[in-house]
């Protein structure tokens, strides 16, 4: 590909050292929600050949077999249901609200609360080659660890965790059970993990990321998971999922627009000349994306504009060096690769304007102002993205519309055009104070919450917690201490603790 094939078409092909780099945006995010996303884990770490395209065949597969076995007046072997009952389980205990525009549509949509569930549901797409949010998660976990041996040893837990084993209740061992004598293809068992990227560590050191936050709070979600039913348990780790990938998300297009920025300023002859400066320059010191309180769609939407400007000025000067006969470092995988790009640029500068690399940018950015501004396309996809995973989720049949709790973003007003504001659902408020407090000893204010909570792009002010719905939300769940005589204000109270029985062993 050369630089005049990247102009005309600038988003169908990336520069290598753009699309490989391990702070690329991969997988690129679309439409999700929670629980799509816990689906795709279930078949990333644990069902070998389950690609998110098969889910919607599957679901149509299990209705036939589910109207067979109802005209023949007989169920497979190992069942315990009959088909009525087993048809009902899955269409109203264990409905999982559609949307409104998917109120005429059938097809298979359950709550994810156990492994084979999400061989037939719980889809991205119902038609078409979906993305497959799983592989972000996957992504995260590696990218925020410290090593490679950790990593694994997070996605290990993370699998032993999923499983239904003989510490989960008897209902998710039931639903397990009667799910596999249905739709025994294919079988749950860990899927052997690739290794991802790490960050590099002479960065990780030196910052802080929601990917690592997202790492240390999925390993207390799992930790807790004996201490509860298995539905609990899940809505638990969907908010910690939602919040996670979103945040990261965000985090990315900050990263790519301030590594731009340097680059453009290299092509002026400025730019960070080492390590040092190229990490202060590349990685934001923190991320302010959702403003307790305030409307956040408009900000994330200003941020994904910058990305996707980011995206075409960093590919066309990576393009341009390479038609120079200038291999681009690797710009986007640490702060060493921008400032090496980043002298790149700086050498050659006089035979990369030569190239028109400034002509064809300034070419794209009027050319391609809806997909920029965020109309169609990629940024109209991480915009949705968004919305979907953080929005408290809006249903066909309003009976459910108490259905999601974990939400980070919900309606100001009861009118469909009410602007989406971000505040916190009951589970999403226990997972975090949970998360907030494990690994701690002794008593923590809501000070700590806060600064827990800004690790994700969260802003708030921790004095503003006692007056507005936050504060509102810890009292009425038992979260907190609230003494005004006391120094610390609002102490955070653990939300799970082992319950030991009078001469238990445990």
């Known amino acids: 590909m050369t630089l005049a094939q990247f102009r005309d078409s600038p988003w169908a092909n990336s520069h290598d050292a753009y699309s490989k780099a391990r702070l ?12 799509v996303i816990l689906s795709s884990v279930y078949r990333v770490i644990g069902f070998d050949g389950a690609a998110e395209r098969t889910v919607p065949q599957r679901g149509r597969e299990l209705d036939r ?6 005209e023949r007046a007989r169920s497979p072997g190992g069942t315990t249901l009959d088909p009525d009952s087993f048809s009902t389980l899955l269409g109203s205990v264990l409905e999982s609200p559609k949307l409104p525009n998917q109120s005429t549509k059938r097809f298979l949509q359950v709550t994810p609360l156990v492994p084979q569930l999400a061989v037939f549901s719980g889809s991205a797409r119902l038609a078409g080659n979906p993305w497959t949010p799983g592989l972000l ?24 965790a999923l499983a239904v084993g003989e510490d989960d209740d008897v209902f998710a061992r039931f639903l397990q059970g009667e799910t596999e004598a249905w739709m025994p293809e294919p079988k749950w068992e860990q899927v052997p993990a690739r290794d991802e990227p790490l960050l590099d560590p002479n960065d990780a050191r030196a910052i802080a990321f929601p990917a690592r936050q997202f790492v240390h709070d999925l390993n207390a979600i799992i930790s807790a998971k004996s201490m509860m039913t298995r539905r609990q348990w899940t809505s638990l780790l969907e908010a910690i999922l939602r919040l ?6 965000a985090w990315l297009c900050e990263v790519h627009s301030r590594a731009w920025e340097a680059v453009s300023a290299a092509l002026e002859g400025n730019g960070p000349h080492d390590a040092t400066a190229a ?3 590349m990685f934001p010191e923190k991320l302010a994306c959702l403003p307790y309180g305030n409307k956040a769609l408009p900000s994330i939407r200003d941020s994904v504009s910058r990305f996707l400007f980011a995206r075409l000025g960093i590919n066309a000067t990576m393009w341009s060096l390479e038609a120079i006969g200038v291999t681009p470092s690797d710009g986007l995988s640490s702060a060493a690769g921008l400032a090496s790009l980043c002298d790149q640029v700086r050498e050659n500068r006089a035979r990369l304007h030569a190239t028109g690399v400034r002509d064809v940018i300034m070419t794209l950015e009027d050319r391609e102002t809806r997909a920029l501004t965020c109309r169609k396309g990629i940024g109209s996809n991480i915009n949705e993205f968004v919305r979907h995973v953080l929005g408290q989720r809006q249903t066909a049949n309003p009976t459910l519309r108490g259905y999601d709790q974990g939400y980070v973003l919900r309606k100001a007003g009861p009118s469909a055009n009410s602007p ?4 916190l659902g009951p589970v999403a408020v226990l997972a975090l104070v949970h998360c907030a407090l494990s690994g701690v000893g002794g008593p923590r204010s809501v000070h700590r919450l806060a600064q827990h909570l800004a690790q994700y792009g969260v802003s708030m002010a921790h004095r503003d917690i ?3 719905d936050l504060g509102s939300q810890l009292r009425m769940l038992g979260l907190v201490l609230d003494s005004p005589d006391a ?20």
């Not at 996957?138 to 996605?155: I, N």
């Open 137 to 160: 998660v996957k992504r995260m976990v590696w990218l925020g660890s410290s090593e490679a041996a950790a990593a694994q040893s997070t996605w290990n837990a993370l699998f032993e």
């Open 244 to 249: 996670g990938v979103v945040s990261h998300v």
């Open 487 to 506: 120094e610390s204000g609002m102490l955070l109270v653990p939300p799970f603790r082992l319950a030991v029985a009078a001469g238990s062993t445990r």
């Open 466 to 468: 006692p007056q507005n």
């Open 65 to 70: 077999a589910i109207r067979k076995a109802r």
């Open 24 to 35: 690329a945006m991969s997988p690129a995010p679309e439409y999700a929600s929670s629980e």
């Open 279 to 281: 990490r202060a320059a």
């Open 420 to 423: 989406w504001v971000v505040s």
